[in-house]
């Protein structure tokens, strides 16, 4: 598989990706650029208001083919809702609203701005240890200098 143009085709779509967290949790995430680097816009229940963060690692699984967006959750930045026009350019003011609503996954889901990527996963770094001993290492690599990781 072409993972890169995976990326990209995620990049382009510009919807936000459904990932179940496990104990009936949900995460959604958009993937973008911002000078040429990687970014998240993250919201689920276990933070404490919509956050971006920094893409750190991409890991291809060798078990089930999964491709799996690693960020330092440390450093992950909660939005404010005065901050729209710093990301207007990649959000739209729609989308900015539900991300304060209180119940920003419902409205999402509910203006068709969710997707479900099969395979992609995006995790805290601090999980990635579970995955090192089992990744394509090559096609890790391969995504890390396509995207400046």
Sequence with gaps: MDWNNKIENILNNKKWIKNDTGLWKIQCCKLFKDNEELMLFIVTDE????????????????N?????MF?????????????????????????????FSGNAVKELLEMDMVSEEEGFYVEPH???????????????????????L
């Design 47 to 62: 933070l404490n208001g919509p956050a971006v963060t920094k893409v750190e690692k991409v890991v291809i699984t060798n």
């Design 71 to 99: 960020y330092d959750n440390q450093y992950d930045i909660v939005l404010e809702e005065g901050e729209y026009e710093h990301y207007s350019e990649f959000l739209t003011v729609r989308e900015w609203d539900a991300l």
């Design 126 to 148: 601090e999980g990635i240890e579970r995955f090192m001993n089992n990744y394509d290492e090559r096609a890790s690599e391969e995504i890390a200098e396509h995207f400046n």
């Design 64 to 68: 089930n083919n999964e491709l799996v």
